[in-house]
């Protein structure tokens, strides 16, 4: 019976210290978010081959959709519980501080100029540039392009990096998704496709007898968790979730599942920043 007594104890303190915990972060923090209601809005891609697409049966799968599965566990909510919103590269920002979501995990570039918008956790892991060009043509780089047409989504850092080294000596062209750009350039409409090597591969890794990758990354992208602007109590926790996937081999293990199949090496994860 004593022994009984304790156990039950120990529970009831583990409940408590996980209330008082969420009961001190801010009312706008997504701890408290998903504290309160049990449940959070994911927004990430459904086109994002190994990284975050929509099967058949509506399932979200691929790495980005495996950390989103694993911080949300870490706040407290089941995979159930789970809502997922397609939420196009142009207009995260946007979902994030007008509450259509409660985080953003979709291939999501740091940069300066985002975290003067959002608040990141992360960065969970780390790519670059590169181009994706029919087997049929011989483009070696970015400067082998003067003159033809390149695709990518609208609002990334690859449209970004395309203007600032190519400027007007290429067509850009810009589309809501990467994988209309995709389809775009198997028409023969586009010359290339541009954007984060990690999510070319999961195209190459579809139809390998019409595209292939370039191979030539001129850029870094490390990938964050967006939040809205000042969560810090949300960008602590998110932060303390990644590296706990880190450490518990999940994370390496989800990228063997999801993405070296299509050729993107296993590296070390960067360092995660911030508290």
Partial sequence: MRRLRSLVNV??????LTACSASTAEPDSIVARASDTGSLIVGTQFDQPGLSERTMDGRVVGF?????????????VAEE??????????????ALNSGAVDMVVAGYSITDERSR??????????TGQDLLIRRTTTFTGPDSLIGRTVCTSRGTTSAANVKRRLGKLVKLAEYPRVSECVTALIAGRVDAVTTDGAILAGYVAQNPELVTLVGEQWSTENYGIGLRKGDT???????????KMIDSGSWRASLER???????????????EGP
């Fill in 117 to 126: 918008e959002v608040t990141f956790a992360g960065p969970y892991f780390q």
């Fill in 258 to 272: 999801h993405l070296a199949p299509s050729g993107v090496e296993v590296a070390t994860p960067p360092e995660i």
């Fill in 81 to 94: 519980d789970i809502v997922w919103r397609e939420v196009l590269p142009s207009k995260r920002e946007e």
């Fill in 64 to 76: 980005d959709a495996d950390v989103a599965r694993f911080v949300a566990a870490e706040l407290g």
């Fill in 11 to 16: 529970a009831v303190a583990g409940v408590l």
């Fill in 233 to 243: 109590d949300g960008q602590a926790a998110v932060n303390a979730a990644l590296r």
